[in-house]
């Protein structure tokens, strides 16, 4: 591996390349969400769920939504909130926003693993997102009977409002309108995850883009992409890079910047927070 720690050079560098070639494809893991502020332990963590700390002894988002609740009503109401703070209210840095100017104008497309919707809401086009791994915005049914998702927002928002004492009122428990099963939410976690009408042709437009730009100078960008499904974007776009003379590998991540040495002359590793590397970008 190569590694290319972030100096200004190499963010102008970026920004050449960002403004000259003929389309992007991003990649967003986690990270991208962490710099933007949503944070799922620490402070913000204890801000919103000290109660569920207290009784539960866990101590962040992830590890609650695997914690085995003795009632569906304890369930949903640790999950109502958890959505609520990541899915339908803002992030509280505007990093998404910026990702967004810096590309609104290309031939752009998103892959990401990140589940919270934050691309939509910062005015990226629907129809260029692929969300492989779901969405908190979406129930499916927990066998599931069916390959079905279903909207949860109204119902989650008065979770949140009339949980009491960590519990929902048992008539919100939401169950399969098809088969009657309980729901769960639409997140790939097992052989299990419901992949809809909707994820299949968003699938169907990104294998689209991929094939109208082969041989074209894209640029590769990948933001906040760990280690834990390597395969889905950084693997992949290590593979298109080397596949094409003309593409260009850029990854940005806190820690985690390096490129495999049969790319590395045409990467460029930033070594950084995200959403600082997009402020010099601009």
Aim: aromatic share 16%.
């Amino acid at each position: 591996m190569t590694k290319r720690i972030c100096t200004k050079s190499i963010t102008e560098q970026l920004r050449e390349i960002l403004d000259k070639t003929d389309a992007v494809l991003i990649g967003a893991g986690a990270g991208l969400s962490t710099s933007a502020g949503f944070v799922y332990d620490g402070e913000r963590f204890r801000k919103y769920f000290a109660d569920f700390e207290e009784k539960y002894g866990f101590h962040d988002m992830y590890s609650g939504g695997f914690y085995p609740y003795k009632t569906l009503e304890e369930y949903w109401a640790y999950w109502s909130r958890y959505v609520f703070l990541n899915r339908y209210s803002d992030a509280p840095k505007p990093v998404y926003t910026e990702l967004y100017e810096l590309v609104r104008e290309k031939d752009y497309f998103v892959l990401t693993t990140n589940v919270d919707h934050c691309f939509q809401k910062a005015g990226f086009d629907k129809k260029r997102l692929f969300y492989t791994q779901g969405d908190y915005g979406l129930w499916q049914c927990a066998r599931p009977c069916c390959q079905k998702t279903y909207d949860n927002r109204e119902t989650i928002l008065q979770m949140v409002k009339r949980q009491k004492e960590m519990r929902i009122p048992t008539e919100l428990i939401p169950y399969c309108p098809v088969c009657g099963a309980p729901m769960t939410m639409n997140l790939r976690s097992d052989d299990k995850f419901v992949e809809d009408d909707g994820w299949h042709r968003a699938s169907d437009r990104y294998t689209d883009f991929i094939r109208r730009h082969e041989g074209m100078s894209v640029l590769y960008l990948e933001l906040g992409v760990g280690m834990n499904t390597p395969g889905i974007i950084k693997f992949s776009f290590w593979q298109m890079t080397y596949q094409n003379p003309k593409a260009v590998y850029a990854c940005v991540n806190y820690g985690e910047a390096y490129a495999p040495k049969e790319i590395a002359d045409r990467s460029i590793c930033i070594d950084g927070d995200i959403g600082e590397v997009l402020k010099k970008l601009k």
